[in-house]
């Protein structure tokens, strides 16, 4: 089965602290894609990141980087000197098989609350 | 905005009442998704599109919710004889196939009375 385990319900931080949001996950393929979105309270879901299961080179992108890891079934994103603007519920989400013939169907965690106050 | 857009964004209805959904893919995706999210919870998987063939249902999708793409470009998703538990916010996406990236729209949400 296919699970996405995003622990840490709600988190609050103040401003220019770093903060890593920690996602587990479970698939029987061994060929899967890793995403994380954003969800501000706008309500639009923003695409961040996406990963596939054959390449664990950490990505980093300004003030954001993720760490994936097979062996533990990890795939964490870290905020560097957060700020306000960064508050936002941010979902791991898990997408089995290759694209072409993947449904591209998305097995969303339950997010984690970022709040990063002044 | 070339965007995914998504109407009304707000609906209130009683129950029993029929609701209709629309969502207007980015122009060139040919795969188009729809998602349900309640409150506190990630988003859950109802069908995908490609082009106007609804290739996969989630078995979410109960007999009184339908979902058409009759010319490949814009959605439709119909809830009928709405129930309380259908309040959600119903998200819509499009993709290119291949690329894996979904965008989503903002999103219509329900409220069943």
């Known amino acids: 089965a296919q699970k996405v385990t995003q622990a840490q319900t709600e988190i609050s931080v103040v401003e220019k602290e770093d903060v890593t949001l920690d996602c587990v996950y479970e698939?029987?393929?061994?060929?899967?894609?890793l995403f994380w979105y954003k969800q501000p309270p706008s309500g639009e879901l923003v695409f961040l990141i996406r990963?596939?299961?054959?390449?664990?080179q950490n990505e980093i992108s300004g003030r954001y980087s993720w760490n994936f890891q097979k062996s533990t079934s990890s795939f964490n994103f870290t905020i560097t000197a957060s700020q306000v603007v960064d508050s936002a519920v941010y979902f791991c989400?898990?997408?089995?098989?290759?694209?072409?013939?993947?449904?591209?169907?998305?097995?969303f965690g339950t997010g984690t609350l970022l709040a990063v106050q002044p | 905005d070339t965007g995914v857009s998504q109407d009304p964004r707000h609906k209130i209805t009683k129950r029993g009442q029929n609701v209709t959904f629309r969502c207007d893919p980015i122009?060139?995706?040919?795969?188009l998704y729809w998602y349900r999210q309640t409150l506190g919870q990630g988003p859950e998987f109802l069908t995908y599109?490609?082009?106007?063939?609804?290739?996969?249902k989630s078995r979410l999708l109960s007999d009184r919710f339908s979902a058409e793409r009759p010319k490949g470009s814009f959605s439709t998703l119909e809830i009928q004889r709405t129930e309380q538990g259908d309040s959600a916010m119903y998200l819509c996406?499009?993709?290119?196939?291949?690329?894996?990236?979904?965008?989503f729209g903002e999103g219509s949400r329900l409220t069943v009375l």
């Open positions: 996406a499009s993709s290119r196939s291949g690329t894996g990236e979904l965008f």
């Open positions: 698939t029987r393929d061994t060929t899967y894609y």
């Open positions: 990963r596939n299961s054959f390449d664990e």
């Open positions: 989400a898990l997408s089995e098989g290759n694209y072409g013939g993947a449904t591209n169907k998305l097995i």
């Open positions: 122009s060139e995706h040919n795969r």
């Open positions: 599109f490609q082009n106007e063939a609804q290739l996969e």
